[in-house]
């Protein structure tokens, strides 16, 4: 077996301590080869807890490892991101890439030119009972169908981050909900919007192939709410993914993948250049609601 990727992370908040740092030191196929954060004494504490060094350098992180994970907000993630495809690092990126559409064409831009891999934590895509959804409903001859998400974020607790609380639910639920849309429907070709994104909002998307779906999210949520979920219907039949019947395997299995692209290429079909059509999806319908 070949020797495990090294793996730099960039953040030490919640999401990197419960989620990329554990995953990434687990191994097999990865390393935790460092950690970086804004806050040196997160990055000592977080680095310190799976045995690997803290850089108080970006540049220095860089020089341990192949390729680099992101745990940062959007905006900090398209600069951070560019520096390391620039330094000829693969890059594990979070969803969106980047605060606005500018930007994340930027960073997309940047990646091709250096010609690194790069992937998306598009989270769900990788769980064993998505992937089995996506395969259905492509089966059903669809034309059309829904999906919600709802979470009870703007009221506190450990994803009540600055920019989710600022930005809203469209930003951060919308590109999972239109994502899933986009793959088990077809390529998203045209969006309409309404609500608030720090209230309830709702797409009305125009998919390649005739169908058509709708897409609502809201952060507002309290109480006990239902699981997100995804609905597809067709000629055929009908297919649906709850987000409760997802295991605990998605996370492992994007590492694995995004070890495999490193050390072998050929790319991922959840790359930058996907998180940049997705989120033209989700600005085209922010710019109608600031409209």
């Known amino acids: 077996m070949s020797e495990p990727v090294a793996v730099g992370l960039v953040g030490a908040g919640p999401w990197a301590r419960m989620t990329h740092a554990p995953a990434l030191a687990a191994g097999p196929v990865t390393r935790l080869a460092g950690v970086w954060a804004r806050r040196p004494e997160a990055s000592a504490e977080l680095a310190g807890r799976h045995g690997a060094p803290s850089f108080e350098r970006i540049e220095d992180l860089f020089d341990a490892c192949e390729a680099v994970a992101f745990s940062v907000p959007p905006d900090v993630q398209a600069v951070l991101a560019t520096q390391a495809a620039r330094a000829g690092k693969a890059v594990l990126l979070e969803k969106p890439l980047a605060m606005d559409l500018d930007a994340a064409r930027r960073l997309a ?30 089966g059903l001859e669809p034309f059309g169908g829904h999906g919600v998400f709802v979470s ?23 590109p999972h909900i239109v994502d899933l849309l986009d793959a088990s429907l077809g390529r998203v070709t045209g969006v309409r919007a309404h609500g608030d994104p720090l209230g309830w909002v709702g797409l009305l998307l125009e998919h390649a192939g005739g169908a058509v ?13 239902p699981p ?11 297919a649906g993914l709850d987000w409760s019947d997802l295991g605990d395997d998605a996370f492992s299995t994007m590492i694995g993948e995004f070890a495999a692209i490193v050390r072998d290429g050929g790319g991922h079909p959840l790359d930058a250049a996907h998180g940049l059509r997705i989120q033209q999806v989700i600005a085209s319908a922010g710019a109608q609601l600031a409209g």
């Open 213 to 225: 779906s709708q897409a609502s999210v809201s952060m507002a949520g309290g109480g006990d709410l």
């Open 152 to 174: 009870s974020t703007l009221g506190g607790g450990p994803y009540a981050t600055p920019w989710r609380l600022e930005h809203g639910a469209l930003l951060d639920l919308g």
């Open 228 to 238: 997100a979920h995804v609905e597809v219907f067709g000629r055929s039949g009908h």
């Open 109 to 138: 831009e940047v990646i091709a030119e250096a010609g690194v891999a790069s992937q998306m934590v598009f989270t769900l895509r990788y769980a064993r009972a998505a992937r089995d959804f996506l395969e259905r409903a492509r």
